[in-house]
C-alpha cells in the first residue's frame, strides 16, 4: 500500500491541466468520493495495526499534496481569466468609453474654449434673478415693450423675482462687481413662457459675452465675432451683420453666419437664404453702463449673446430642440467621444 501511496504522490505531482474544466476533471479523480485517495482511505481500515501509524501519514501526505496542487492549478487559471485587471494598470482610462457629453455640454464647452483662446474669462450668475439685473439696469423701462417680448416666468406672487430670460444679467451684475478693462463670457440656463416645439423650448441655454475698456469700437465687435463665427463653423464661413434693436445696446445688430450645411446656397436650414442667425449684439448702452457704476465717458464696450441649442443645432444638423431635453439614448449616443 505505501507503494501505491508513494506513486500517486510522483503522479499528481506531475499532473497538468490547460483550464479550469481539466483542473476540476483532475479534482474529482483524485479527491470526490470515489477519487483515487478516497479509496486508499477506505482501505486504510484494513491495514494492519502494527503499520497504521507509518501508512496513515503518508496517506495525510498524499491528501495533502493533491489538495494543493489541484489549488495551485485553480489559482493559475484563476489569475489568467482576470489577467487584465488583477495585472493591469487600475489608473489607465477604460477603453470604452462610459456614457457620452450631452450635445449642449460638448458645443458650451467648445464655446468657451475658442473665447479662452483671446483672452475671455467665464463667469457665471443666479437663475432666479430680481427685476433689475434681469430688465431694469439693462434699460428696460418698466413699461418698455421689450419685457413682454421675453414671456417671463415670475416667481409667485411677487413680480420683482423671475427665472432669468437671458444671460445679459450676468453682464450687469459683473460690471456691479468689477471695473474694466472686463472680458468675459457667461454661459447658462435661460427660462422663457413659451410653447414647446421643434423651434422652441421653455428652457434653453445662451452664452453671453462682454468686452469692457477705453475705446473699444464696434470694428472690435465685428473682429472679435468673426474670428469666432470662423473658429466654430469653418474658415470659409462669412458673417454679416443686420442693423436690429435691444434696449441695452445702441447700436445694435443680428449676426448671420453663411449657412454651413448648403456653404450659401440655399437649403431648407437656411430657408433658401443662404444665411442663418445666430447672434445679437452690439455696443453696451451709456446706461447700462451707469445704471452698474462704470463710468461711460471713461469707458466703452461691446456685448453679444447666443443661444447655444441653435449653434449646436447648425453644427450637427439637429432638427429638433426638444431632442436636447428628452435623453432619449440613441440620440446621446451619436455623441460619444465628442469632447
Ligand atoms: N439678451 C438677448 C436675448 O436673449 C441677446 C443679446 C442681444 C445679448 C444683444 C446681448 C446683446 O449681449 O448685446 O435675446
Same mark, same amino acid.
Given at each position: 500500500m505505501v507503494e501505491r501511496i508513494e506513486r500517486l504522490i510522483t503522479e499528481i505531482g506531475a499532473i497538468k491541466a490547460v483550464n479550469l474544466d481539466e483542473v476540476e476533471q483532475l479534482r474529482l479523480k483524485y479527491l470526490s468520493k470515489k477519487g483515487l485517495v478516497s479509496v486508499l482511505f477506505d482501505e486504510f481500515k484494513t491495514v494492519p495495526a502494527e503499520i497504521k501509524r507509518e501508512v496513515g501519514q503518508k496517506l495525510n501526505g498524499l491528501k495533502t499534496s493533491a489538495l494543493q496542487k489541484i489549488e495551485q492549478l485553480k489559482a493559475e487559471f484563476e489569475h489568467e481569466d482576470n489577467a487584465g485587471f488583477a495585472g493591469g494598470d487600475l489608473t489607465r482610462p477604460s477603453l470604452k468609453p462610459l456614457g457620452a457629453r450631452h450635445p449642449i455640454s460638448v458645443v458650451r464647452k467648445q464655446i468657451i474654449d475658442?473665447?479662452?483662446?483671446?483672452?475671455?474669462?467665464?463667469?457665471?450668475? =443666479? +437663475? %432666479? +434673478?430680481?427685476?433689475?439685473?434681469?430688465?431694469?439696469?439693462?434699460?428696460?423701462? =418698466?413699461?418698455?415693450?421689450?419685457?413682454?417680448?421675453?414671456?417671463?416666468?415670475? %416667481?409667485a406672487t411677487n413680480p420683482d423675482i423671475l427665472l432669468r430670460t437671458h444671460t445679459s444679467s450676468v453682464q450687469i451684475r459683473t460690471m456691479e462687481s468689477s471695473q474694466p478693462p472686463i472680458r468675459m463670457i457667461f454661459p447658462g440656463r435661460v427660462f422663457r413662457n413659451e410653447a414647446i416645439s421643434a423651434r422652441a423650448h421653455c428652457i434653453f441655454h445662451q452664452v453671453e459675452g462682454l468686452y469692457i475698456d477705453k475705446n473699444v469700437s464696434f470694428a472690435d465687435l465685428k473682429q472679435t465675432l468673426m474670428y469666432f463665427a470662423k473658429e466654430m463653423f469653418g474658415e470659409n464661413t462669412e458673417i454679416r451683420l443686420r442693423p436690429s434693436y435691444f434696449p441695452f445696446t445702441e447700436p445694435s445688430g443680428e449676426m448671420d453666419v453663411s449657412c454651413n450645411i448648403c456653404g450659401g446656397a440655399g437649403c431648407n436650414i437656411c430657408k433658401y437664404t443662404g444665411w442663418v442667425e445666430i447672434l445679437g449684439c452690439g455696443m453696451v448702452d451709456p446706461n447700462a453702463l451707469e445704471n452698474s457704476g462704470i463710468s461711460s465717458r471713461e469707458y466703452t464696450g461691446f456685448a453679444f449673446g447666443m443661444g447655444i441649442e441653435r449653434i449646436t443645432m447648425l453644427k450637427y444638423q439637429i432638427k429638433d430642440l426638444r431632442l436636447f431635453f428628452e435623453n432619449d439614448v440613441r440620440f446621446l449616443r451619436q455623441f460619444t467621444g465628442a469632447m
Open positions: 475658442i473665447f479662452a483662446r483671446i483672452g475671455f474669462t467665464v463667469a457665471v450668475g =443666479p +437663475e %432666479i +434673478e430680481d427685476d433689475w439685473h434681469n430688465f431694469s439696469a439693462l434699460n428696460f423701462t =418698466p413699461d418698455h415693450p421689450a419685457r413682454d417680448m421675453q414671456d417671463t416666468f415670475f %416667481i
